[in-house]
Structure formats: C-alpha cells, structure tokens
C-alpha cells in the first residue's frame, strides 16, 4: 500500500496541486474539520459510492488515524483505483482545515 506523511499532503495542497482527498470518517468527527477540498465519502459508503472514483486519476484517502484510511486504500486498489494513505490520518495533520456547514 502506498502511504504519503501529512507533511507532504499538506505541502501539496499548499502548493496548489489538483488532488483528490478523500476524508473516510464519520460526521461528528469531520465537523471538527477536514483538509480542504477533501470530499467526504464513509468508509461504510465506499463500496455503494464506487462508480464516483476514476480509474484514471489519484486518490489519497484520509482517516483519524490512518487505520480506515488504510482499509479504503486497500479496498479501492483491489477494484483498480489508484490508492495513498495518509499515514497518521487527521492527527498527523498539523495544517488548516475546513469546517463543514
């Protein structure tokens, strides 16, 4: 499984870079913020929602700690789906964050 550190994720962002960020937690914890422009997906969700991924693009998926995050990661590459985890998840995160309305 490819994994990316929340340093360089946010360096990314930062620097302007079109990524697809996929934020896997619950509601009550993504009211506490989410890396912005991340779409929230649960990982619950992933399977029913699949047809939402492009096999042609990139994904870096996002979790509190990195463990459901790694779950999604796995699951989207076993379907063809170019997969990073973000090592740490939102604890790592140490930049600004977006909080949903």
Same mark, same amino acid.
Request: hydrophobic share 30%.
């Given at each position: 499984?490819?994994?990316?550190?929340?340093?360089?994720? #946010?360096?990314?962002? =930062?620097? *302007? &870079?079109?990524?697809?960020?996929?934020?896997?937690?619950?509601? +009550? $914890?993504?009211?506490?913020?989410?890396?912005?422009? #991340?779409?929230?997906? =649960?990982? *619950? &969700?992933?399977?029913?929602?699949?047809?939402?991924?492009?096999? +042609? $693009?990139?994904?870096?998926?996002?979790?509190?700690?990195?463990?459901?995050?790694?779950?999604?990661?796995?699951?989207?590459?076993?379907?063809?789906?170019?997969?990073?985890?973000?090592?740490?998840?939102?604890?790592?995160?140490?930049?600004?964050?977006?909080?949903?309305?």
């Amino acid at each position: 499984m490819k994994k990316v550190q929340a340093t360089e994720l #946010a360096e990314k962002v =930062k620097n *302007g &870079e079109k990524l697809n960020i996929i934020d896997v937690r619950e509601d +009550d $914890e993504i009211a506490q913020g989410i890396i912005p422009g #991340a779409k929230h997906i =649960k990982l *619950g &969700e992933i399977p029913d929602r699949l047809e939402e991924f492009n096999k +042609d $693009e990139h994904y870096y998926m996002v979790c509190r700690s990195g463990g459901r995050s790694g779950r999604a990661t796995e699951y989207l590459e076993g379907n063809g789906i170019e997969a990073t985890n973000m090592e740490g998840g939102m604890l790592a995160w140490e930049d600004e964050t977006d909080i949903p309305e």
